[in-house]
């Protein structure tokens, strides 16, 4: 993939600067070099993209790397106040977004000179630095993505951007009500498109079309627009519709076919703790490094000589590969299955050990791997820091697998994992499963807090699951009860809440509050469950069969599945989205009724985007399911980012997707 070309270009922009970056853009990057890719640049200091910031007074030349408009406010603040309180005569801005879209969130239309803002903006500059002769430069590179394998990459300046669910038409009604200019009417998700959307959230959809648009210029292909869900059919509208996209497509023969897909119509796949794979398990147990929605924070003090409890004082670990040149030694972590991938762990660890002389003591039975295995491998490594620093991607992830096998946790996704299957295979015999909710909330508030196996945030994850897979099956009358007693529980455990449930139901904390908190959440549980009700294909993520129980079929093994299958069934789910009269011809409208309909699988790459976030068992699942079926085309997978339950019960019921800021 073309992540790390895109970034040699900002590379050669910060030799001996003094580098300001933003999150967004400091993830993408630590999955393309990280930090010492700056600084083997010739970076002389690399700094937040804050007001609080400044460079000291010999420093002349800045580089700012930000993912937002220039045009945003904060942006511009952030900007200037940093320039204001140093001393440059040299600024270098590397925006992510479009002069084009810079170009519409000034004026609400792509007419006009591109290059306009961008020359305003750079006047502006040599103003803060109080000295018109001094230089200043505004580039657009687009570094939105990283990849995380070879057929994998996230969008990490996206991680907000979520599918709208029913529970916000009503907002959207309102909102567009207010408008002065010519109202539409829209009763359902089904109703919407652009024109629908409040400015600053269209600005968002279009911004975050224009970066595929540019990931679609650096493969140079020429693609076909596919959507399921209401959210997806939007954006692939306006990518089919995108004039830099149309214009693209006519300098191309390369052929593909992109296919947007609406988190919303599978939560239970990525609400799930039925995983496949250690990056999964790893996931729900590691916090996430500070600042980033993907990777973990590893503790590698115990290879470094430092007192037990002062481990702050280590730089912590992480997943991704320290000079950002591949991710390989992921994959037994995001590809393989759990016993395989900690098979291919240790074999790289005993690899190293062995290949640096290091005195081993292989233990155990063969085929197993435990943590006291891992742990006395990777104690010969302590102190020996040129080692370390060599062998630094097979130490972390191996780490990372001994503090998993180690951590208390595992036992709760076991348990977890466990109650699920149940709850699946109450699916064909009309089990009710808020019943099962009930029974389990109340078994656990009359253990003690070590006792427990799941949490609070485990409880509104597994309700999430259920609406999700049980769609409008869920009939129940057990709803009332299901929220009574978790109103108690929250109330009981209020000071020691666990992190999701605090950001739920927020800092007052009284019966009233939180009931109506769960309240406007049963709203959201219910959204999420009818969420597939006009699909007619994939209207069932549960698998039934007579010979054994019930099991969860994600949407993207069935869309691979149906894309896929040699008779070339129907697609009635998935929409083919129209950039012009030749397109409505290939689709089969019109007058020339002979021409076969375009399907997703017949150019030899296919991308599937997942709107708002994917796991890697169902990375995995693609990966498998592709392999047995033999394909000839290459399948590549994006997302917003890499999930586990709790991100998106917090989509779902804490963030706000409307009114973006």
């Given at each position: 993939?073309?992540?790390?070309?895109?970034?040699?270009e900002?590379?050669i922009?910060?030799?001996?600067?003094?580098?300001?970056?933003?999150?967004a853009c400091a993830?993408?990057?630590?999955?393309n070099g990280?930090l010492?890719?700056?600084?083997?640049?010739?970076?002389?200091?690399?700094?937040?993209f804050?007001s609080?910031?400044?460079?000291?007074s010999?420093?002349k030349k800045?580089?700012f790397?930000t993912?937002?408009?220039?045009?945003?406010?904060?942006?511009r603040?952030?900007?200037q106040?940093?320039?204001q309180?140093?001393h440059?005569?040299?600024v270098?801005i590397?925006t992510a977004?479009?002069p084009r879209?810079?170009?519409?969130?000034?004026?609400?239309?792509y007419?006009?000179?591109?290059?306009?803002?961008f020359d305003a903006?750079?006047?502006d500059?040599?103003?803060?630095?109080?000295?018109m002769?001094?230089?200043?430069?505004?580039k657009h590179i687009?570094i939105?993505?990283?990849?995380?394998?070879?057929n994998?990459?996230?969008?990490?300046?996206?991680?907000?951007?979520?599918?709208?669910?029913?529970?916000?038409?009503?907002?959207?009604?309102?909102?567009?009500a207010?408008?002065k200019?010519?109202?539409?009417?829209?009763e359902c998700?089904?109703?919407l498109?652009m024109t629908?959307?409040?400015?600053n959230?269209q600005?968002?959809?279009?911004t975050f079309v224009?970066?595929i648009?540019?990931?679609?210029?650096?493969?140079a292909?020429s693609?076909?627009?596919?959507?399921?869900?209401?959210?997806?059919r939007i954006?692939?509208?306006?990518?089919?519709?995108?004039a830099?996209?149309?214009t693209?497509r006519?300098?191309?023969q390369?052929?593909?076919?992109?296919?947007?897909?609406?988190?919303?119509l599978d939560i239970?796949s990525s609400?799930?703790?039925q995983?496949?794979?250690?990056?999964?398990r790893i996931?729900s147990?590691?916090p996430?490094?500070?600042?980033?929605?993907n990777?973990v924070?590893i503790?590698?003090?115990s290879?470094?000589?430092?007192?037990k409890?002062?481990?702050?004082?280590?730089?912590?670990?992480?997943l991704?590969s320290?000079?950002g040149?591949?991710?390989?030694?992921?994959?037994p972590?995001?590809?393989?299955?759990?016993?395989?991938?900690?098979?291919e762990?240790?074999?790289q660890?005993?690899d190293?050990?062995?290949?640096?002389?290091?005195?081993?003591k292989?233990?155990?039975?063969?085929?197993?791997?435990t943590a006291?295995?891992?742990?006395?491998?990777?104690?010969?490594?302590?102190?020996?820091?040129?080692?370390?620093?060599?062998?630094?991607n097979?130490?972390?992830?191996s780490?990372?697998?001994f503090?998993?096998l180690?951590?208390q946790?595992?036992?709760q996704?076991?348990?977890?994992?466990g109650?699920?299957?149940?709850?699946i295979q109450?699916?064909s015999?009309e089990?009710?499963p808020?019943?099962?909710i009930?029974?389990?909330?109340?078994?656990?508030?009359?253990?003690s807090?070590?006792?427990?196996?799941?949490?609070?945030?485990?409880?509104?994850?597994l309700i999430?699951?259920?609406y999700?897979?049980?769609g409008?099956r869920?009939?129940s009358?057990?709803?009332?009860q299901?929220?009574?007693?978790?109103?108690?529980?929250?109330?009981r455990?209020?000071n020691?809440?666990?992190?999701?449930?605090?950001?739920i139901?927020?800092?007052?904390?009284?019966?009233?509050v939180?009931?109506a908190?769960?309240d406007?959440a049963?709203?959201?549980?219910?959204a999420?469950?009818?969420?597939?009700n006009?699909?007619?294909?994939f209207?069932?993520v549960c698998?039934?069969?007579?010979?054994?129980?019930?099991?969860?079929?994600?949407?993207?093994k069935?869309?691979?599945n149906v894309?896929?299958?040699?008779?070339k069934?129907?697609l009635p789910?998935?929409?083919?989205k129209?950039?012009g009269?030749?397109?409505?011809?290939?689709?089969?409208?019109?007058?020339f009724?002979t021409?076969?309909?375009?399907?997703?699988?017949?150019h030899?790459?296919?991308?599937i985007?997942?709107?708002?976030?994917?796991t890697?068992?169902?990375?995995?699942q693609?990966?498998d399911l592709?392999a047995?079926?033999k394909?000839s085309s290459?399948?590549?997978?994006?997302?917003?980012?890499?999930?586990?339950?709790e991100?998106?019960?917090?989509?779902?019921?804490?963030q706000d997707?409307i009114?973006?800021v």
């Open positions: 993939m073309v992540s790390s070309e895109v970034w040699k900002v590379f922009d910060v030799n001996k600067a003094v580098v300001f970056i933003d999150n993830e993408v990057l630590h999955w990280g010492s890719a700056l600084t083997e640049a010739g970076a002389v200091d690399v700094k937040e804050s609080f910031e400044s460079a000291q010999h420093q800045a580089v790397i993912s937002s408009c220039l045009e945003e406010v904060i942006t603040e952030i900007i106040d940093i320039i309180a140093s440059f005569q040299y270098i590397i977004v479009t879209m810079h170009l519409f969130k000034k004026s609400g239309s007419d006009g000179d591109t290059h306009s803002i903006f750079e006047e500059l040599l103003e803060w630095m109080e000295n002769n001094y230089t200043a430069e505004i687009p939105l993505m990283s990849c995380i394998s070879n994998v990459f996230i969008t990490p300046a996206f991680t907000e951007l979520f599918p709208l669910i029913e529970t916000d038409v009503k907002q959207l009604r309102i909102q567009h207010s408008k200019a010519e109202k539409k009417q829209f998700l089904n109703d498109d629908c959307l409040p400015a959230l600005i968002w959809f279009k224009s970066s648009d540019s990931l679609l210029s650096e493969l292909v693609e076909d627009c596919y959507s399921i869900g209401p959210t997806s954006l692939a509208t306006e990518l089919a519709n995108y830099p996209a149309k693209r006519k300098s191309t390369n052929k593909a076919s992109i296919v947007f897909v609406d988190r919303t239970g609400c799930t703790h995983t496949e794979t250690l990056f999964d996931a147990v590691f996430r490094l500070p600042g980033h929605n990777d924070l503790d590698m003090s290879l470094c000589h430092v007192h409890d002062a481990s702050s004082t280590v730089l912590p670990g992480c991704a320290f000079n040149h591949n991710q390989q030694h992921l994959q972590l995001l590809t393989n299955k759990v016993k395989e991938g900690l098979m762990v240790n074999r660890l005993v190293i050990a062995s290949k640096e002389n290091l005195p081993l292989l233990t155990g039975k063969p085929g197993r791997v006291d295995q891992l742990e006395n491998t990777l104690s010969l490594f302590k102190g020996k820091y040129d080692m370390i620093l060599k062998h630094i097979t130490l972390q992830v780490m990372a697998v503090q998993l180690k951590s946790r595992q036992q996704l076991d348990s977890l994992s109650i699920e299957k149940l709850l109450g699916y015999d089990t009710d808020l019943e099962e009930y029974r389990l909330i109340i078994t656990e508030t009359e253990k807090t070590t006792e427990r196996s799941c949490t609070l945030d485990d409880i509104f994850c999430m699951f259920v999700s897979v049980y409008t869920i009939k009358d057990k709803e009332e299901v929220k009574a007693v978790l109103v108690k529980y929250v109330l455990e209020k020691t809440l666990p992190p999701l449930t605090q950001q139901v927020g800092d007052t904390i009284n019966e009233e939180v009931t908190i769960l406007d049963w709203q959201k549980f219910k999420i469950s009818s969420a597939r006009n699909l007619k294909q209207s069932s698998e039934e069969s007579a010979l054994g129980p019930s099991q969860l079929m994600p949407i993207l069935q869309l691979i894309m896929f299958d040699p008779s069934p129907e789910d998935v929409e083919l129209s950039s009269f030749g397109d409505l011809l290939k689709s089969g409208f019109g007058l009724r021409v076969s309909k375009p399907r997703p699988s017949d030899p790459l296919l991308i985007f997942v709107v708002e976030g994917v890697s068992t169902e990375l995995k693609i990966k592709c047995s079926l394909l290459q399948v590549i997978v994006g997302s917003t980012r890499l999930i586990k339950p991100d998106i019960v917090t989509s779902i019921l804490c997707r009114n973006r």
